[in-house]
């Protein structure tokens, strides 16, 4: 895929919603910056922190932080978004 975008005032681009679908990027979403032989790469990293995760009875989870956390609000969240990407039909 190849498609022209533009850098504004501030040094800010925008990359197009296909290139955010396909690669599952949402809002907060974090990039590697790379100058490679005079190109830009951009290389999303893996969230989350691995050290924040540990394993229990076989399986890995997410280390308590001690904040509230609402996850039938994340998941209600993660379908209206999979449903606007076009996922879970």
């Known amino acids: 895929m190849s498609e022209p975008i533009t850098i504004?005032?501030?040094g800010c681009i925008v990359l197009?919603?296909?290139v955010r679908r396909q690669l599952n990027l949402l809002p907060g979403?974090?990039?590697m910056l790379k100058v490679v032989a005079q190109r830009i790469e951009l290389t999303?990293?893996?969230p989350p922190d691995p050290a924040l995760l540990t394993?229990?009875?076989h399986r890995t989870v997410l280390r308590a932080s001690g904040k509230p956390f609402d996850a039938a609000a994340a998941v209600r969240s993660e379908r209206q978004a999979q449903a606007r990407r076009g996922h879970g039909k």
């Open 8 to 10: 504004d005032r501030a």
């Open 16 to 18: 197009p919603v296909s």
């Open 29 to 31: 979403s974090r990039l």
């Open 44 to 46: 999303p990293q893996a």
């Open 55 to 57: 394993t229990e009875n």
